[in-house]
């Protein structure tokens, strides 16, 4: 149902984004969201967007450097990221349908790589 892609090698302070393609059905009127998880740490919250409003939620870490958004038309989640750093490396998840921005979501997508060179 989610396939995210778009990971890849990247300079520290460069760019890249990903996205991830969701049928139909999950975009509920809930949260869709993008999650990290680096070697040896525990998953992490990255941003979030609601279907109905588009309001977005973003964690401290990445404000200003990120932003996610959606094509409705195409049913594809974007994250769009900016100013990368050695930290944001990590697996990349996209997830959708949460009541919540960093809240228990009911679907997953597979990972992308994300690498960052200093």
């Given at each position: ?62 404000k200003g450097r990120f932003t996610i958004s959606r ?24 997830a959708s349908d949460a009541r919540t921005p960093s ?16």
């Amino acid at each position: 149902q989610l396939q995210a892609s778009g990971g890849g090698l990247v300079q520290a302070g460069g760019s890249l984004r990903l996205s991830c393609a969701a049928s139909e059905r999950t975009f509920n009127d809930y949260y869709m969201g993008w999650f990290r998880q680096a070697p040896g740490k525990e998953r992490e919250f990255v941003a979030a967007i609601l279907k109905s409003s588009r309001r977005t939620s973003y964690a401290d870490s990445v404000k200003g450097r990120f932003t996610i958004s959606r094509d409705k038309s195409a049913n594809i989640l974007y994250l769009q990221m900016a100013d990368l750093k050695p930290e944001d490396a990590a697996v990349y998840f996209c997830a959708s349908d949460a009541r919540t921005p960093s809240g228990q979501y009911d679907y997953w997508g597979q990972g992308t790589l994300v690498t960052v060179s200093s």
